[in-house]
């Protein structure tokens, strides 16, 4: 059911982007509810295919969201089951889908697009409404202008009107204006009644040209006018077989059947092209004898200095040649340009053919992997309902809807293989899937904004501070006299520490080839902090508990090489740059390390002075 609402809701959302699109072909034109019904109804039949993946991609996030939200995925998990074991019924039910997407867009689509591009120029072909504004040109009238500075909506008189007859050019436009006049149309339909009064009729008696001075004209008056305009306002579905060449009404076999008749047609073209281009360029002139032309076919343009013949020639026979030879070339250069544009026309036909046979299954398989993006996303940001599964699928489909449109349009251009821009989006969105779903099978926080925000605190040396409040409930108190001791012997570990670890500049080789994996030393001290921390912390006095908060948090490996991999640590040392920053960036932990140290002696000893009063 959620997917059902989901995808009718974008069904919806792209009908109304694809109406808003031709929208100016449906306003203004008195069509019949049957005819727009036939319209939605083909659109939104042609917009299935496209709808299904957004709606898997919603359905999947909430309803994965859902059950990580209600903790539904926890308690399935935490009986043995997987989070692939869990997705594996809705895998056979997204899978029904994309074969489903793939029957529509080969059977039912071809159908559906053939049958609304009918439509769209029949829509476009009929005429608009009869409806003349105030006070500005109407122009929908075909060969017509017309202008009516007032009317009497109730009784449809036109008052103050001007027309432009323009049916034999603008130059030679009959102009009418008259006092008052009404429009009607015809019972069929098909024309309109125009009937004038008090006015008078401007007209050349031949056609205007530019070189002409005067223009005789005839100028009449009239009291009452009548005359018949060509109108049709009735819808007339045009004739569907100029669909037959368009690659969207095609199922595949069509396609393929198209796809290899252009093909071979496009060869033959060009084997012609070929041949006239080997014997068209050196063709002879006409008016030359045979024996003239058989002369010149067998003679040898090496065996003649060309310059020296036209230097020799007259200033007529030069201006006779260059002459000719301009005009062969131009001839030659227009043959080229209308062979170019045939070749090019039916190249492009044809990389539309393959783009919509791909198109065919990059958009069901799309379904597919929108799933695998969509379920492991919902179960890693736990986030039901229609707030952020909304907004990250909308996100994601942008992004998909970008790259798949790049591609479709490099493709069906020709900048790119044909196979590599259709089939981008796909080799996008599979490594996607898959990445999310390995990481949400094992629990990954890969989308948890916490971790991101403190690895980037550990990158920029953002320190994090204690924060130890007194427990409601306390089992044990801490052994005062035995914390005294053990606060003497960490003291005592850092100070020997800070002794044989001095905060001066590292070796830059010794840095990156070094192999050892961490620091034992620091780890021990760190690890005795915290057990010591753990235990006063269960101290019912407010005065300890915020000396406590001043001991530091210790990062351990900060002022050690990066990584526990030893040839990332020598690659990063090899890039200077990277390994820069890095160096500097331990050095800088160095010095905090030994300052970390001292603060870590002079908490002690203000802890010890609280415990030694504790004993008093």
């Known amino acids: ?167 034999n050019g603008f130059e030679n436009a009959r102009i009418i204006s008259a006092d008052s006049g009404r429009l009607e149309m015809t019972a069929d339909k098909k024309h309109l009644y125009l009937y004038l009064y008090d006015g008078h009729l401007f007209e050349n008696l031949k056609s205007q040209n530019t070189n002409a001075k005067n223009i005789p004209y005839r100028r009449e008056s009239f009291r009452e006018k009548r005359s018949l305009i060509v109108f049709d306002s009735d819808f007339n579905m045009i004739d569907a077989n100029f669909m037959s060449s368009q690659s969207n009404s095609k199922n595949l076999k069509m396609l393929q059947v198209s796809i290899d008749s252009m093909t071979v047609m496009s060869d033959s073209i060009g084997r012609k092209f070929y041949t006239d281009a080997k014997t068209g360029v050196f063709q002879m002139a006409s008016g030359l004898s045979k024996q003239d032309t058989a002369k010149i076919e067998a003679a040898n343009i090496d065996n003649y200095n060309v310059d020296s013949l036209f230097n020799r020639s007259t200033l007529a026979q030069k201006q006779k040649i260059i002459s000719s030879a301009v ?46 993006i969509g379920a492991p996303l919902g179960a890693i940001i736990r986030k039901g309902g229609l707030g952020m599964p909304v907004v990250m699928s909308v996100l994601i489909f942008i992004i998909y809807y970008v790259i798949n449109n790049m591609g479709y349009k490099m493709a069906r251009d020709g900048k790119w293989i044909m196979f590599a821009g259709m089939w981008l989006s796909s080799a996008v969105l599979a490594p996607l899937g898959v990445f999310l779903t390995y990481k949400s099978n094992r629990d990954s926080v890969v989308l948890n904004v916490d971790a991101y925000i403190n690895w980037i605190k550990r990158v920029l040396g953002v320190r994090s501070v204690r924060h130890i409040f007194r427990k409601e409930v306390i089992l044990h108190d801490p052994e005062y006299a035995a914390l005294s001791k053990e606060l003497d012997l960490l003291t005592h570990e850092c100070q020997v520490y800070m002794n044989m670890h001095q905060p001066k500049a590292p070796n830059y080789y010794k840095l990156w080839m070094n192999e050892g994996d961490a620091d034992l030393d620091l780890i021990g001290i760190n690890d005795h902090l915290e057990s010591l921390v753990d235990e006063m912390s269960n101290t019912k006095s407010f005065k300890l508990l915020n000396i406590l908060n001043d001991y530091p948090i210790i990062p351990v490996a900060a002022h050690i090489h990066p990584f526990h991999i030893y040839w990332l640590n020598v690659l990063c040392g090899v890039l200077f740059p990277v390994g820069l920053f890095f160096y500097f960036r331990i050095w800088i932990f160095r010095i905090r390390l030994q300052k970390d140290l001292e603060r870590v002696i002079s908490t002690s000893k203000d802890i010890q002075a609280i415990l030694n009063d504790k004993s008093d």
Not at 350 to 358: A, D, K, S, V, Y
Request: a positive charge; aromatic letters at 18%; one cysteine or more.
């Open 1 to 167: 059911m959620l997917f059902i609402g989901t995808f009718f809701i974008c069904l919806f959302i792209f009908m109304l982007q694809f109406l808003w699109k031709y929208v100016d072909e449906l306003v203004g034109k008195g069509l019949e509810m049957s005819v727009l019904f036939q319209f939605f109804y083909y659109s939104a039949l042609s917009l299935i295919p496209m709808s299904m993946p957004l709606a898997i991609l919603l359905a999947a996030l909430i309803t994965f969201g859902n059950f990580g939200e209600r903790y539904e995925l926890l308690a399935m998990k935490a009986a043995g089951i997987s989070l692939f074991k869990i997705m594996r019924p809705l895998i056979v039910f997204v899978v029904i889908l994309s074969c489903a997407s793939f029957f529509f867009q080969n059977v039912v689509g071809p159908q559906a697009q053939a049958k609304l591009y009918t439509m769209l120029w029949s829509m476009k072909q009929k005429s608009p409404e009869l409806d003349i504004p105030e006070g500005a040109f109407y122009d929908e009238i075909d060969g017509y202008n017309l202008y009516v500075k007032k009317k009497n909506r109730k009784t449809g008189i036109l008052y103050d009107v001007t027309i432009y007859e323009l049916s």
């Open 327 to 372: 005009n062969r070339t131009e001839n030659q250069q227009s043959d080229w340009n209308f062979k170019s544009l045939t070749i090019g026309a039916n190249d492009q036909n044809i990389r539309r053919h393959r783009t919509e046979w791909h198109q065919k299954f990059t958009l069901s398989l799309s379904c597919l992997f929108f799933f695998f």
